[in-house]
């Protein structure tokens, strides 16, 4: 009854590290490496997702717009009515 919880199993051949939160750099090297590499990745990957997500908005607009003509009523075929 004496163990806490943490220490309820005992786990062999698994070895830990860590590191102080005061021997850490909380934004190393991101003017110099960060910026760079999110453009790099960014200019990667535009040309393979912004076409079909242009297609897929064009398509959408126009679904909307034929949509919207066909429920409005022709004047056309209620020139004679009285």
Avoid: C
Avoid at 1 to 7: N, V
Avoid at 18 to 46: D, M
């Amino acid at each position: 009854m004496g163990h806490h919880f943490g220490g309820l199993a005992k786990v062999r051949h698994v070895i830990t590290y860590s590191l102080s939160p005061f021997e850490q750099r909380a934004f190393p090297n991101y003017f110099s490496k960060g910026i760079p590499n999110v453009w790099r990745r960014f200019t990667s990957s535009f040309f393979r997702v912004a076409p079909p997500m242009v297609l897929m908005y064009l398509t959408y607009t126009w679904g909307n717009h034929v949509h919207e003509e066909g429920k409005r009523k022709n004047p056309a075929d209620y020139e004679n009515d009285e």
